[in-house]
Each structure stands twice: as C-alpha cells, then as structure tokens.
C-alpha cells in the first residue's frame, strides 16, 4: 500500500475538499483506496466513507500511541493510503509540533501535498510554503491551490516552482456548489447534506480535470510494513451482544473502536430517532457523541424507546455513554444559551436515567487532548486507569451522579487545571471524553469483561 498526507497551512485551507475531489476520482479509475483522518476528527472520516465505501480510520498519536496509529496503517490491505490532515501542518496539542500532522508524517515516513486556498499574494505565498517547508524540514513533495481562478494559477504556479522548488500539481477552481455548510461543532455531517452525491461527484470531476492526478499518485510512497500486534484474546471468547447507537444524531465512533468491539461478540446497531426498542437481549449498551442537542426534538418525541433504555438500565444493563451519549442519558437538554437554535428556553426530556440536565453554551467546554484518571468508583472498573482522551462540546452537565473520573489539561502556559467528569449509576459509566481504544486497550477490555460478569448475573 502506498501512501501520502494532504496538509495545509491552516483549518479552512481546502484540504477536505481536495481530499474528498482526489478519493473520489481515484474511486472512479477503480483503485482501491484505504482512507485516513488524522487527530480525533468524526465529521470528515464519515464523508470519507460515503465517498470510498470504506470505513475511514483515525490516525491520532496523542489518543493512540505510535504503536496504535502504526497498528492501524499496518492493517491497511489497499493499493492506496490518502490520509488527510488536521488544521495546519504544524498544529499539535501545545506550541510545538508533537502530534500534528508533520508528526505523524515524520513518524510513517510519508511525503506531503500542501494544499493552500491563496488570496491577494503571489511572491509572498513562495515565503510561507518556504516557512512550511524548512521550518522542520517537512517533506513537502508537491503543491495543490484551492478556489482560485485559471489566470490566477498560471502565475502562482510559475512562481512557487521557480522561487520554491516544489511542483505546482495542479488546482480547483472556485465553485460555490462545493460549499458545505456548517454549525456550532464544525461542517454538517455528510448524512445531512442532501445534494452531497452531487458535490461529491463534481469535486472528484474538478480534480481529475484540474490537477494532475498521476503525479501525486507517483509521489505517494509504499507504506512500511509494522509489526504491531494488540492482545485482544481476554475479550475474544465473551460473545456479547452489543448494542450501538447509529443515525445521524449518533455518529462519532473511531472504526478501530468498533473493531476491537466486534471481536468481544456481534455489535447490533439501532436508530434513536426511529427505532421504538433497543436490540432484543443486548448484553451491553455503547452510545457515543453526536449531535443530540440537534435533533432533541425528534429524540425526546421516541417516547417508547427512551423508556426501554431507561428501564433496562435501571435493571442493570452495562452501558457506556460518551458525550452525546452522556447528555442523551440526562433528563434533557436545554438551549438558553445558544439563540442559532430554535426553541431556547425550552428543556427536552430525555432518556432521564441520571439526575439532572445538559446545557448548551455559546462556546467550548474544556475543549482539546486531556487526561483521565479512572478511578475505582467506576461501576465498569476493578483498577486505576490513566488514559488519554479528548473533549469537543458546547454544553455542560450538572448532575446529582457520583464521578469516577478526575480530568486533567495542561495548557500552553503550564497551568494544570482538573475536573470532575465520569458519572456513575447501576452498571452504567457516561462521560464527556471522546476514548480511542488503541492504546487505551486495558480501558476497553476492563468494561467489556466487567459487563459479561455483571450481565451474566442478571440473567441468573
């Protein structure tokens, strides 16, 4: 498998849509092609997929390890590896460059299409790729400019390449009806973009026409072959039934999370806004992030099945819940402080398994890398665990629940603050922080193991 990175120099600077034009037209030559994400991102993996009809993959050093991101690399058995970037090429957890993607360029050995969407410079945009060029010695390997106008190109082109040393390969036009429109956590999920088949097809289109795609392909290079194995076998002959949230009010889960839970039985997934029951004797419930705060209305009007899921784990179904997940399980959501959504002073009930309500904010909560420490209070846990996680949301919880997890953030200026998060009731563990199992391994087998104990004597 051969493989190459697409950065820029910032977030907006026209990556995802250059990504999703070159996975698109390489779908149409028929290659076949093994999709990539890098950071803790859910929104571009899912348009990723829809375009590949493959399940998009995370690669995240902070939240994996290296060992996990070379794990899921090493488990990649297409022609090609197209991994797209996160912000701007340099952008890690702090003021250096640790966990950015040119970290995760220099750890898999992978060349580098900047991809920038110039306006008003023409010698001045040569300084800044020569800035993102030498500043770490990153492996630029060629150039791709977004939403610019033909006469525009010829002559940045001919200016990057003389002043620069890079290849130009190419660009995309300006084209309103690439457009994605947007909301309070970023783009709006491919499930509900209508015309998204249209866009799609036209970025690929675009690509095809306007860059040149065979050089790029010639530029990727072969993929090491890691030798990375996970020790799963303590899960492996559990055969749990497993229940999973999935429509478009909960969608963010990390393929690998999901792999690694197939392998402890069989996953069954279900509709919150449609379905009117949970999966028939599901051993353990898995909800994670989304957009509920969205789709409250249509959530809290599934009167039936929100009373299955209360009842069942009132009665002791294992359950782990992360941030939407977390707030779905509260009694409900309120939108006071956000006047973008309709409805403001209105609270909807939920499912009211722990005691108290979310709130929406007009701005981020405890955002970015964290750490938790699971402590023995988990309904879930035998042990400690200190693991590494990452938060994105807009609301907060207040809840009369016991924690279990103390959170930890260290900003760029030293400073450590820590909070209470991991609410705890019956067999069930909610909490805000977004969880990759690779290299959080012991987190994931732990629940798993504890729930086919806890379940196997309920139903004794």
Not at 299 to 320: M, R
Request: with cysteine; hydrophobic share 35%; net charge negative.
């Amino acid at each position: 498998m051969k493989g190459l990175i697409i950065a820029s120099n910032g977030s907006g600077g026209g990556k995802t849509t250059f990504t999703m034009g070159l996975l698109k037209a390489l779908v149409n030559r028929e290659e076949k092609v093994q999709s990539y994400k890098v950071g803790p991102d859910y929104i571009d993996p899912a348009f990723h997929s829809m375009i590949t009809s493959e399940p998009c993959r995370n690669l995240d050093l902070y939240l994996m390890g290296e060992k996990g991101v070379k794990y899921s690399i090493a488990n990649g058995n297409k022609d090609y590896a197209i991994i797209e970037g996160v912000m701007g090429l340099y952008d890690g957890k702090g003021i250096d460059e640790k966990y950015s993607t040119y970290h995760l360029s220099e750890t898999l050995g992978l060349p580098i299409i900047l991809v920038l969407s110039p306006k008003g410079v023409s010698t001045t945009l040569c300084a800044e790729i020569m800035g993102l060029k030498q500043f770490r010695n990153a492996n630029i390997a060629g150039v791709v400019l977004n939403g610019i106008s033909e006469s525009y190109y010829k002559l940045l082109k001919l200016s990057i390449e003389e002043n620069c040393g890079v290849n130009v390969l190419g660009y995309i036009p300006k084209d309103d009806r690439l457009k994605l429109g947007s909301r309070h956590l970023g783009l709006i999920q491919s499930s509900e973009v209508e015309d998204i088949q249209e866009k799609i097809a036209l970025c690929g289109e675009l690509v095809e026409k306007y860059v040149d795609v065979d050089s790029i392909l010639s530029i990727s290079k072969e993929c090491k072959q890691y030798d990375v194995e996970y020790d799963f076998r303590e899960i492996e002959g559990l055969n749990l039934k497993i229940g999973v949230a999935l429509d478009k009010s909960f969608s963010f889960y990390y393929k690998d999370n999901l792999d690694i839970l197939e392998r402890a039985g069989e996953i069954h997934y279900f509709s919150p806004l449609k379905d009117k029951s949970l999966p028939e004797d599901i051993d353990f419930l898995y909800i994670g992030g989304g957009y509920p705060e969205v789709f409250r209305s249509e959530l809290s009007s599934n009167v039936e099945l929100i009373n299955d899921i209360k009842k069942k784990l009132e009665d002791g179904l294992p359950c782990y819940a992360e941030c939407g997940g977390l707030m779905y399980l509260t009694q409900g959501i309120n939108n006071k402080e956000i006047e973008a959504l309709e409805d403001t002073q209105q609270t909807y009930s939920l499912v009211s398994f722990f005691n108290g309500n979310s709130y929406m904010t007009k701005r981020l909560q405890n955002f970015g890398y964290a750490t938790v420490e699971v402590g023995e209070k988990s309904p879930i846990h035998k042990s400690n665990l200190r693991i590494n996680c990452h938060e994105f949301h807009r609301s907060f919880v207040d809840l009369q629940e016991e924690t279990s997890y103390e959170v930890e953030k260290v900003n760029i200026y030293g400073e450590l603050k820590k909070w209470k998060c991991g609410y705890v009731k019956k067999n069930t563990l909610g909490a805000y922080a977004h969880i990759h199992f690779l290299g959080n391994e012991k987190f994931i087998i732990d629940i798993l193991k504890e729930a086919k104990e806890r379940i196997t004597k309920i139903k004794k």
